[in-house]
């Protein structure tokens, strides 16, 4: 019996063979995410602490060198993840489309402060 595969980047187990890679590797994909990666059998899977704590330190603008040394991730595998994330900016942005609206608003109240200032003098 082979070992289960995991997903390095979404920890899924949906993971499909995918042909050889150019070291004559097996590889695999992931049929969650879409990652596609080679058995590495130094990896360990990162737990649910260790990938949040990942995500607040790239909030802070913590250079990946230091993430990597605090939370014992390689600095390969942390570029893979925000490169992944990053492909999500997009999509997330789009979402919201409303801006325009509640700007307009600010800008009326903005006016109505500085009449009542003028007013005062
Ligand atoms: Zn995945």
Redesign the pocket.
Known sequence: MKPEMT?P??G?HDIIKNGLNRRAKQSYK?K??G?QFVEDPQWQPKDKNTLGLIDLLLLEKIPLAGISGATGVSESWLQDSVNTGYEWVPKVAQVTPKAQGKLKVQMDELWAFVDDKGNQQ
């Open positions: 997903c980047t979404c899924s992931c969650d995410c990652r």
